[in-house]
Structures are given as structure tokens and as C-alpha cells.
């Protein structure tokens, strides 16, 4: 049970081994959005970013002749990424894959030296228990479907040179892979975050989207229910059932929250981080969506990842 | 002490690790046509060959602002090779970069799964504690150079488009980092290899380079001072000291051993080996030189090197 012994070795070799904050879901889900801004806060000096869709068994065009899609565990050195994995969770580097989205070839590796943190990204992060084992936090991206998308076509046009009817073919052709191989992974995730509009009511234009956060009693989240139990505000904590029956809470960051509400969770969740959130953290990089914009759901989310990742390294020193 | 922790894990878990071995060797030295011979005759079904030249930190462009040598572990991947050899020696598999000789460039990385005997041939194997912990038997190439550098100027212009005076500066520029670097590996192998033209006597044009094999007392060698008790003849075993004083045996085989001569000495290997070098082992792929000549100084060495691998291999069943 490969799985047991990195649990052991990581738990045993605690005191100088890397925080990793796993982050998975489906093409253009904001897997990089999620990541820029905890990047920036905490400082490229302290963390590493790995994108773990670079493990291709297979160039572009040897995928052509293949009867699966890029998603396909299949078509993935799977067992090189896990090996990777236990290598940065033990604080070892690795020699990277790199794959070439512009012309779709595999190219020269890179070194990647694991710093004090480390998210790691990617379709499949947490598909095989091996992988799972090699993470303190477990992340799972879950846009409605209609909405990751659009966001799908709209960047792949942009900036890899597709057609909106390309992206909707390889859509359609990845849905049953989607299905078996990436959405599976939602169980496995401590935080499972939505970003989607509010159903109830017609946002005016402009708002930022809304977020939904399940927190699985997996980890310990800061305690917030004292700070959010005012009713009918923007922002609430629920005891619920998620899909499959398992109780979790679900806090609810609406788009339209005001910055003097929002702040009042943000404030919790600082004063927790006491001292730990001081020097050479740069708090304003939270809550930039790709276009510059600001949003409030967004800090919130990163900000609670960002209390995850100081509560590991800080449960690794103890 | 991490080469303990190999030595541990690589003795604890022996049923079903690869036997390693390593030759190392300066740039031209033979290690290929050594190579050759031992995964042509054990079948490379059960033979996985690797050359660790592969772990350029820089490429060739890269090389020019440097201010050392391909030869200098500053420009290889050292951490990195240490990895896919204990890797390898624990039998997972390993993506391994990949240097192209032609163009000078690093490009996509290549799947490696160990077979059940591993070679690892290059310029640095042995550079580290580390890395020498990672194998069951240890090669140094040790031609004089004269000889090497008239093979490298050889090879290099027939194959890698240099002119001679290109290759001799070359040398010369690579001189420093070869005696820091390649040459102190001698002292970490438990064979040394020299072929060379016996000094001695002017041998008749043709005659295969003879072989001094220093055996060191690191591993089991086969009981050989019986069957080469007799004083006079082309092949002998001599007990002396190395350069640096340790007490080694000097096998012997002179060029112009005669077949009858050199299978006395065939014969005890082979049956020492018995039925484990029986199905499947090509006993003809065994001292062919590059240019399809034999060359029976090259058997008796590639046989040795058989002995050790077959031995290593039942030691683990053990």
C-alpha cells in the first residue's frame, strides 16, 4: 500500500517538508485563476505552482490516432505523477514534463524545487489514492457545467487559436471523460468551490460571480459560524447534506456582498492567522479575476486556502 | 544519510529490485561497445540500458557562456540523476531527459522501466555517494589516453560532424574537469577495464587491444587462479597493488590469446553460471568491437560482467 507509506514518510519527515494544497478540475474551470492570486499573496519565494497537465504519454499529434481524449488517464505518465507528487511532498525536486499548449508537443523539461508550499494544479491531481496521499489540502473546482463552457471557448479562441466550433466539438467529445475520470475527483477534495451566478435573483450587470464553498469536516476550517450568524445576509454558513448524503457546511459568499460585510469574514479569518500573515504577504493580491477586476467571493475563497496552507505548515513545525 | 536509506530499502525489498550496474568512463572510452555486448546477450526483454549523459542542465547553445564542460557536474542534473538511479534501482519507473547529440538540444523526456538488470553507462555514475549506492556492480573504463583521444576523434568526426582539430581542442579544454571529475571515479569500481596494445611486444596488425582487468576485493569474483595456474601462457591472474597501494588481482588476456587458450577461461565462467546462463542467453553476442570484428580479450570482459550480473541476480532470490 504505496499510499500508507507516503502518509508515514511525510508524517514522519514533517518538520522541513513542503505544504501541498492540491487544486483539480476540468479544462477552464479557474484552476489558474485560484492559483495566481495565492501565488502573488504569499510571494514566488515561498510558493511553487505545478500544473500537472503536462504528464502527456502522447504529442498532439500521436493523439490523433488514439480512441481517448487528452483527459484519459490513459494518455498520462499517471505513475510519473505520482511519483512527482511524492517527490515535491517529500521536498525533493523533480525533473518536469513540459508540454507545448501552442504547438502541442512535449518539450525540455524543467527543474522544479519545491518551496515552503506548493499547489499543484491540473486535470487529474487527484485521480489515484497514491496522488491524494501527498496532499494537505485537496481543492475541487465545480463551475455549472454551461458556465466552465463558456469560459472554455472564450480562452481557448483567445489564445490558442481555436474556433467556438472546434471548442464545442472537443467538448462534446470529452464529455464521457469528464464524466469517468474528472468529476469523480470532487469526492476526494476537502473544499469543493462553485463559482456560478445566484439562481434566486438577477444580479445587475457587473457583479462578481457568486461563491458556494462545501467544507468537509475532512480538515479543520476556521471556525466561522459565530461571525456569519446574523440571518438574510450575503453571506451565510449552512449545515446541509452534499449529493452523496455526507454533512458539510456550505458557506455562501454571494456576488453583491458589500465590502463591509465581506469584511467581517475576512477579519475572522485574519485575526486567526495572527502574526503568520504578516512580513511579505501582500494581502491585496487576493480576489483578481483574470481581467483585473476585483472579487469579493474570490478573496474570500483564496483566503481561505491561504488560512490552510499557514495552518499545515504551521501543524508540520509543531 | 541518504545512501544508508538506499542500502536499507535496496536490501529490504531485494525479491523484486533490478540488478544494477554501472560503467563509467570518460568521453570515447568503450563504454558503448561494453554496453552492446551484455544487452545483446541477455535479450533486451530482460536488459534496460541507460545513459546518464542525458542530464545536461544547459544545452549546447547554453553551454558557450559557461565556464565549464559538459563534464562538469555544475552542468548536469546531479540531484536529479541520483533520483532516477535509486529510482531505477527500486524498480519504478523513470522519466528521464533526453540530450540530442545531433542538434545539441534537450528535448522531450523518455519513459524508462527497468527490466530485471539495469546498465547505467556515462560519464558521472559513480560521482556520488549517493549514486554509488545505487548499484550491485561497478565499471571504470580506464584506456590510455592516447587511445581514447584518437577513438574520440574517430567517432566524433565520423558520426557528430566535428573536424579533428576541432575534437583535440576539445580535449584539451576538457583535460582540467577530466582528471577532477571523471578519473577519481576509478577509485569507486570494482572492476577497473584497460584495453590496450600489449607494450611489450609488437603485435602483428590485426590483433585485438589486450585486457587488464583489476578485480577488486568489493565484490566476489569467480575462482579463476586455477584454471590460469599455469606461468607463460597469453592469459594471467597476478596479485599486486594498485596505484594507490590496495591489493588488487590483474586478470590478463593478451590480444593474441589463442581461442583455445581463451575458452579454458570461457569454459569455468560459463559453467560456474550453469543452467543460469542457459534459454534465451546469445553466448555469440559476447566480444564483437564496433566494426563487427571479435575480439576475445572484449568476451572474457563482457562475460565477467555477465558472471556478476547473473550472481547479483540469484543473491536476491536468496
Redesign the interface.
Known sequence: MPHRIVHMLRARGAARRPVMLAIAGDSAAGKTTLTRGLVQCLGADRMTAVCVDDYH?Y?RAERRDKPFTALHPDCN?I??ME?HLQ?LSMG????K?VYDHTTG?????E?VRPREFVIVEGLLPLHTRLARACFDITVYLDPPEHLRHRWKIDRDCRTRGYTPDQVRRELDRREPESAAFIRPQRRWADIVVRFAPVAERADPPGTPLSAELLLRPTIDHPELAEVLKEPGTAMHLRLRRDTDGRPVDALHVHGYVSPEESQVVKKAIWERLGPRAGDGIDRDALGRLSDGTASDPLAITQLLLLYHLLEAGDGQAA
Open positions: 504519454r504529442d505518465h505513475d510519473i511519483q517527490l525533493e525536486p523533480i525533473l514534463p508537443r512535449l518539450v525540455r523539461p527543474l
